[in-house]
Structures are given as structure tokens and as C-alpha cells.
């Protein structure tokens, strides 16, 4: 479509690519490249006003600073992500769709596609507020962009965003290991042609930011708390706020879109290079006290809380008689010895762990993330615990 625009003779560039946008938005269309043909779009059309949603879900992540098998604590990543649903990587202009990132070791959750402050590409995104595991090293923001809502800065003209562990390269820092935790109950990501809608931008933009929940893990004891989601921005510019595109499991245009728990669409694009122990995902928008689950009786064994999504994601899938058709659940403690590449001793897919899975439901590796060294086996949970506190509160 942006070919078509082009050819039209009036915009080029990233602006030819903003006025392909609205134009699918509003008539979805979907190009053959090897018939040369169009037709009807796989997402739904957007009415003058109406919201831009998705199907609800939530994601748990379990992933560490980084630091290799050897005990060397490395330098953090400048962009990594952590987890994406995405049929490209987020610097494609079809990589439209969900991600939690790590960027200079900031906690960001993004929907859409391109970096914070680009112009001509839909986007909401903004940086979690962990509770624990936080740097003494911070981030100030003053930024303020054009074509672009953004919260107000919290002191004057400057926002402080609070940053993971880098123990490699901040005193005082540590090892630390993470559980963050992404709810998103389908309501609206964006509006189009806002114009025709009688609320203000501060009440559409409210509607949006609930839309989404976000928790930590205390992993000491099971205890799940809420995090901020804060210095939110979204795209504001040609009668359409926030993200317009179609979005969901299948991604907006591409039908081959895959889940990466531990890095983007491609191979070798905005890899995460932490650890990692474990993504779970479940197709519905799950409450607080679904993540925490129940307070163990005996407490005989970490972790404290039992049928959890957070802690103990197969005991919630049991006791609420989910499967692979609702649930996904990878772990790498479940499968220490799962498919291997013997020549190479690679691990590339980890299957889902829940009932009725199929091989259709394996989790890709991708780029270095296959390699051993990349996840952690743990019998003892005392071992993500380190540096948290024994909350009680």
C-alpha cells in the first residue's frame, strides 16, 4: 500500500507510510506478493471514532541481570526484549504488536512497532516502575515530542525512570533475578479519527492506560505486587491517537506470527541477553489474587504460594482445568533434557508444558537464546530469591 501511495505522487517516505496506515485502517486490504493482488485484510476496519482492540491475555516472565554460567556479571543490554507477539522485529514497520523491552536496562511495555519518538509510526509505550531489584542507577526523561501525547513530566520538566540491576557497571548493584507480569483485558490500544468522538484526548488516553495491569514477583516469598506503568506516550497526529493497526495473536499483516519469549521476530534483532526461566502465557485477563494464588499451609517449601499463575502456573492451569488451547506454559526447569540439537548441544524449541499440548505449541529459541548457557534449571527456589526482602505486608 505505501507502493500505491507513492505512486499517487503526493507523499514519500515515512509520511507515505503514515497515510498507508489510515488508509488500511479504514479498508483493510493485504498484498500477494506472488500472485501481485490484492484483497480483503484478516483485521477489521475501524469506524470514525471507534477503538482499536485485542484479545485479552496475560504473560508472566521470569528472567535475570546479566551474567554468564562462568559467575561474570556482563553489561546490560541497549535494547533487548524480554518477550514479543509481533510478526516482525519492533524496528520493522510491520512489526506492529506487543512487547515487554529492556532499553538500557529501563522496563518498557510497547504496543506497536519503531523506538520511542519516531515519527509516522503508531505506538503506545511506556516504562514500568519496578518495586524490587532497582538500580541506584536512574534515567532522567525531558524529552517532549511533537505529534505525540505524553504524560506530564512528575517533577517540573523532568520524570525519573527507575532502572533493572547492572551490578557489571553500577556500585552498590547486584544480581537479580525478575517476574513481571503483563495483564490486558481487550479493551482499547487506539482510537481513529478521533475527531468524532465527544471525549477529551486526557480521558481517551485513561481508557488506554486501563486497559492494562502490570505486577512484580516478591520471589522470596510468592508475594505478587502491582507496578506502575508511568511516562506514557502514545502516537497523537492525523485524527488517530495511540495504536491503530490490526493487533492481536496473528500480529496485523503476516500470518506466520511467532511468540519469542526471550527475544523479537528475527533472529538476530533486539535480543535479550539476560537469563531466562520461564515464560507463561493464558488468553484471558487474570486478577490479582489469581497471580499470587494461595498462601501455602505448611510452608515447607518455597514457593509460599500454590496455584498461582505467577508461582505455580501448571497448579492454576489444573485447578481451573485449562490447556494447550488456552495455556501456554515454558519452562526450562520442566524440560532439562528436552529436544536437543546433539551435534551442537543447542536447545531450540521448548514444548508447552500443558495438558494437550502439541508440537504446534513449542516455544522458538532464537539467535544465541538456544544455547545453554542462556537458561537456568533451578530445583531450589532459594536461588531466584537472593536480595529480596521477607514482605509480610
Known amino acids: 500500500m505505501k507502493a500505491v501511495i507513492v505512486a499517487e505522487g503526493t507523499y514519500t517516505g515515512k509520511p507515505a507510510w503514515n497515510q498507508a496506515l489510515i488508509r488500511l485502517t479504514g479498508t483493510p486490504n493485504s498484498y500477494n506478493n506472488t500472485t501481485s493482488t490484492w484483497s480483503t485484510g484478516s483485521y477489521s476496519a475501524l469506524a470514525d471514532g471507534e477503538a482499536r482492540t485485542g484479545k485479552p491475555f496475560t504473560i508472566t516472565s521470569t528472567f535475570s541481570t546479566n551474567f554468564d554460567l562462568d559467575g561474570e556479571d556482563e553489561s546490560i543490554d541497549n535494547a533487548g526484549t524480554v518477550w514479543a507477539m509481533a510478526p516482525k522485529h519492533y524496528g520493522r514497520n510491520q512489526g506492529g504488536g506487543w512487547r515487554l523491552q529492556q532499553i538500557h536496562g529501563r522496563l518498557t511495555f510497547q504496543i506497536g512497532n519503531m523506538t520511542r519518538n519516531t515519527g509516522n509510526y503508531n505506538r503506545v509505550d511506556g516504562y514500568l516502575k519496578p518495586v524490587f531489584g532497582v538500580s541506584a542507577n536512574t534515567d532522567l526523561q525531558t524529552h517532549n515530542p511533537s505529534g505525540c501525547y505524553q504524560d506530564p513530566h512528575e517533577q517540573g520538566d523532568i ?194 508444558i500443558t495438558s494437550g499440548a502439541a508440537d504446534s505449541n513449542y516455544l522458538k529459541a532464537q539467535a544465541s537464546m538456544d544455547d545453554p548457557d542462556y537458561f537456568r534449571t533451578q530445583a531450589d527456589n532459594s536461588y531466584w530469591a537472593n536480595n529480596y526482602p521477607l514482605d509480610t505486608a
Open 159 to 352: 520524570t525519573t525512570v527507575y532502572q533493572t540491576m547492572n551490578p557489571a557497571d553500577v556500585t552498590g548493584d547486584v544480581r537479580m533475578w525478575y517476574q513481571i507480569t503483563c495483564v490486558y483485558n481487550g479493551g482499547p490500544v487506539g482510537y481513529y479519527k478521533t475527531s468524532a468522538l465527544s471525549e477529551t484526548e486526557a480521558e481517551l488516553v485513561q481508557n488506554i492506560k486501563d486497559s492494562f495491569k502490570f505486577y512484580q514477583t516478591n520471589l522470596r516469598t510468592g508475594k505478587v505486587h502491582e507496578i506502575d506503568w508511568h511516562h506514557i506516550q502514545m502516537t497523537n497526529r492525523d485524527d488517530y491517537l495511540g495504536f491503530i493497526q490490526g493487533v492481536g495473536y496473528e500480529g496485523d499483516r503476516e500470518a506466520d506470527t511467532r511468540f519469542g519469549a526471550f527475544c523479537d521476530g528475527a533472529a538476530n534483532a533486539y535480543v535479550f541477553e539476560g537469563n531466562w526461566a520461564g515464560t507463561w502465557v493464558t488468553n484471558t485477563a487474570l486478577s490479582h489474587s489469581d497471580i499470587q494464588g494461595d498462601t501455602s499451609e505448611t510452608k515447607a517449601s518455597q514457593p509460599f504460594r500454590v496455584n498461582g499463575f505467577a508461582m505455580d502456573p501448571l497448579g492454576w492451569a489444573t485447578k481451573n482445568n485449562k490447556d494447550a488451547t488456552n495455556t501456554w506454559i515454558w519452562s526450562p526447569s520442566h524440560h532439562p533434557d528436552r529436544l536437543e540439537d546433539t551435534s551442537e548441544n543447542k536447545k531450540d524449541p521448548y514444548p508447552n
